[in-house]
């Protein structure tokens, strides 16, 4: 019922940008809140940035400066701009969904998932 479908991921040089999309239906766009998680190999699932259905833009501290979330309510789609790319930020980038107020860090807060994307940051 709840999805979203993440796209945009690719591999660059370090210093080299991306956009990521995330396209959600199924559900009413503006009550919901939408999460970027990445997770690396060996590494746990992280929170990463957040637009939320009450007006917070939060980003995890490591981003701050260089990533960039909005939305296109017009499309029902969340975009992160993600520049100024260093190869910590390789992982598989997930967007997430949450029914609800607030940017949560923790991935149970979140009910949709998508299958993710991959960045890949090349030194």
């Known amino acids: 019922q709840v999805q979203v479908v993440e796209s945009g991921g690719g591999s660059v040089q370090a210093g080299g940008s991306l956009r990521l999309s995330c396209v959600a239906s199924?559900?009413?766009?503006?009550?919901?809140?939408i999460a970027w998680f990445r997770q690396a190999p060996g590494k746990e699932r992280e929170w990463v940035s957040c637009?939320?259905?009450?007006?917070?833009?939060r980003h995890v501290d490591a981003v701050k400066g260089r990533f960039t979330i909005y939305q296109d309510n017009t499309k029902n789609t969340v975009n992160l701009q993600m520049n100024s790319l260093r190869p910590e930020d390789t992982a598989m980038y997930y967007c997430?969904?949450?029914?609800?107020?607030?940017?949560?860090?923790?991935?149970?807060?979140?009910?949709?998932w998508g299958q993710g994307t991959q960045v890949t940051v090349a030194s």
């Open positions: 997430a969904a949450r029914g609800g107020g607030g940017c949560p860090w923790w991935a149970a807060a979140y009910s949709g």
């Open positions: 199924g559900f009413i766009f503006s009550t919901y809140s």
């Open positions: 637009i939320s259905s009450d007006g917070l833009i």
